[in-house]
């Protein structure tokens, strides 16, 4: 259980998209996926998965903010930017940053300065924040 103040992070990079090949995103990022899901086979919840997802969670500590460890992302990313763009470009196929966040106390925020904006847009990428309960810990390690 966390601590009265204590907040988590978690950032990843996803590729969703019933276009986006699963089997190559490895080889031209040069990065191992964290989870991938093919469309209508069951997640990890037993749902299943509306499109196919490709997903690298950032190797960070869950107390590192998110402009540092998406700052750390990026700096893995932009030197195969243009391998990411030719992903990006293929019909069906969307990036973003996925950001899940939760507090023991229900309070927090972030605040993105404009020159990491700029880097993520750069990338082609959309951000999404998503906000979990108070006492949803263990659903980091799922985030």
């Given amino acids: 259980?966390?601590?009265?103040?204590?907040?988590?992070?978690?950032?990843?990079?996803?590729?969703?998209?019933?276009?986006?090949?699963l089997d190559e995103i490895e080889a031209k990022l040069g990065l191992v996926p964290s989870h991938i899901g093919r469309k209508g086979e069951p997640n990890h919840r037993?749902?299943?998965?509306l499109s196919n997802v490709w997903v690298w969670r950032y190797p960070a500590e869950s107390d590192v903010e998110f402009e540092e460890q998406i700052a750390g992302l990026l700096?893995?990313?932009e030197p195969k930017i243009d391998a990411l763009k030719e992903i990006l470009s293929l019909p069906e196929v969307e990036g973003e940053l996925f950001l899940g966040f939760g507090s023991t106390n229900g309070q927090g925020g972030a605040l993105f300065s404009p020159e990491l904006?700029?880097?993520?847009?750069?990338?082609?990428?959309?951000?999404?924040?998503?906000?979990?309960?108070?006492?949803?810990?263990?659903?980091?390690?799922?985030a």
Avoid: F, Q, T
């Fill in 75 to 77: 700096d893995v990313l």
């Fill in 117 to 142: 904006l700029r880097r993520i847009a750069d990338c082609g990428l959309s951000v999404l924040l998503d906000l979990y309960p108070s006492n949803s810990y263990e659903e980091m390690e799922e």
């Fill in 46 to 49: 037993g749902w299943k998965h």
């Fill in 1 to 21: 259980m966390l601590s009265e103040d204590r907040k988590w992070y978690r950032v990843s990079l996803r590729l969703l998209g019933d276009g986006l090949p």
